[in-house]
């Protein structure tokens, strides 16, 4: 299991920053309609874990479900991360693991989620 550290994040103009308290096992990407067509790589945290450093405005999508939601920058369009609830109740972030700041790009492994089936 991965070392649990604190991670920088941000969209892409900086208006949105966060810090986030996480390891790098247990990623996953996705295939459903929407991470698929957005290249996500997901770790998903207890909300305690995540900080918001730039508190830009963002834009909130929902789709599906409307179990997550999608926050986003309304200036590049990045979204850095999205709010949910796991089924037993715990607030969870969904981080968008591309958007941290300090990692080598493809230095992480992820699991392969069959979202289109949800």
């Known amino acids: 299991m991965d070392e649990t550290k604190a991670y ?5 103009c900086g208006a949105v920053a966060y810090e986030v308290d996480t390891g790098l096992d247990g990623l996953i990407e996705c295939n459903c309609s929407h991470c698929l067509r957005k ?3 997901l770790a998903f945290v207890p909300k ?3 900080r918001l450093t730039a508190d830009g405005p963002t834009t909130e999508y929902l789709f599906n479900k ?5 926050r ?4 590049c369009g990045v979204q850095p991360f999205a709010y949910g609830t796991l089924p037993d109740g715990t607030e969870t972030v969904a981080i968008n693991v591309r958007t941290l700041t300090e990692i080598e790009p493809w230095s992480w492994t992820a699991d392969q ?3 289109r089936e949800f």
Do not use: D, L, Q
């Open 39 to 41: 290249g996500f790589v």
């Open 8 to 12: 920088k994040g941000s969209c892409h």
């Open 113 to 115: 989620v069959n979202g």
């Open 66 to 70: 409307h179990n997550i939601r999608h």
């Open 48 to 50: 305690s874990a995540f």
């Open 72 to 75: 986003f920058c309304p200036t």
